[in-house]
């Protein structure tokens, strides 16, 4: 795999301030819609891990950068204020507890609803990270490596027309109502920030119809109003869960540095 000369510095950067090396490997079988993913050097693994979804059409230099920029934020961070996100025991508690009162989920066979529970619980946690911390890498990207405009802007473009999609009454029918309605109002968060980024106001527009803009437009300025340093990643996070009445469904555990 041939990689561009601004891949290269990004990975660069990584490796300066964290001094790990960078592995970076194709993976066609990264779950459902993800398109890249990091494992950060901990413990006894001695290297960061980058995973991206391979495209022939498309090159993975914006999302490999990506996933630099997560570990950037990471090692940007004093070493006592680096935390790992995990799920809580909690968490998985209460989607079980919402598994069992839906209307459609509640029948499912015995043997297929804890997999349903760790993917719904996942699902929202994942989107809860990723997102506020996401949008603060691609004001990063968009800074400091202008030259992948075009490939940012169209892997932004393909997570709202997701995100949207998802909007549709199928998807709230068939989704414990806690749970659909927090995805939503992080992906109204993240559609209001890139509306405005981009002056394209329509952008917004199907989660004002359906009733999650408002609530996302919170969020949004909870993240505004908090000054972009690495060490304020996690009161982000925490901010957005209290609003959303999820807080109790996760854990921040201090980073283990590889040995």
């Known amino acids: 795999m041939s990689l561009s000369e601004t891949t290269k510095k990004a990975l660069q950067l990584v490796e300066d301030r964290s001094g790990i090396p960078v592995h970076v490997e194709p993976d066609p079988n990264l779950p459902g819609s993800l398109l890249a993913k990091v494992v950060m050097a901990r413990g006894s693994l001695a290297l960061h891990q980058v995973f991206y979804r391979p495209d022939s059409s498309t090159p993975p230099d914006y999302l490999i950068c990506q996933q630099a920029g997560f570990i950037l934020r990471m090692f940007s961070a004093p070493p006592d204020k680096r935390f790992e996100f995990g799920s809580s025991a909690e968490g998985n508690r209460v989607v079980q507890e919402l598994v069992e009162v839906h209307p459609m989920l509640r029948s499912l066979p015995l043997q297929a609803k804890p997999q349903l529970v760790q993917m719904l619980r996942d699902g929202v946690l994942n989107h809860l990270r990723s997102i506020p911390l996401g949008m603060r890498v691609d004001r990063w990207i968009a800074d400091e ?54 002056q394209q106001p329509q952008f917004s527009l199907p ?53």
């Open 207 to 259: 989660f004002k119809a359906t009733g999650y803009l408002d609530a996302g437009q919170q969020l949004l300025a909870v993240w505004q109003s908090t000054p972009d340093v690495a060490e304020n990643d996690r009161h982000i996070v925490d901010q957005w869960a209290e609003n959303l009445g999820i807080a109790s469904w996760y854990q921040w555990v201090p980073y283990l540095a590889p040995e």
């Open 145 to 198: 490596f202008p030259e992948l405009w075009e490939l940012q802007r169209a892997s932004v473009m393909r997570q709202l027309q997701d995100s949207t999609a998802t909007l549709a009454p199928q998807h709230r029918q068939t989704s414990p109502k806690l749970v659909y309605d927090a995805t939503q109002t992080i992906s109204a968060a993240f559609a209001a920030f890139w509306a405005e980024r981009l």
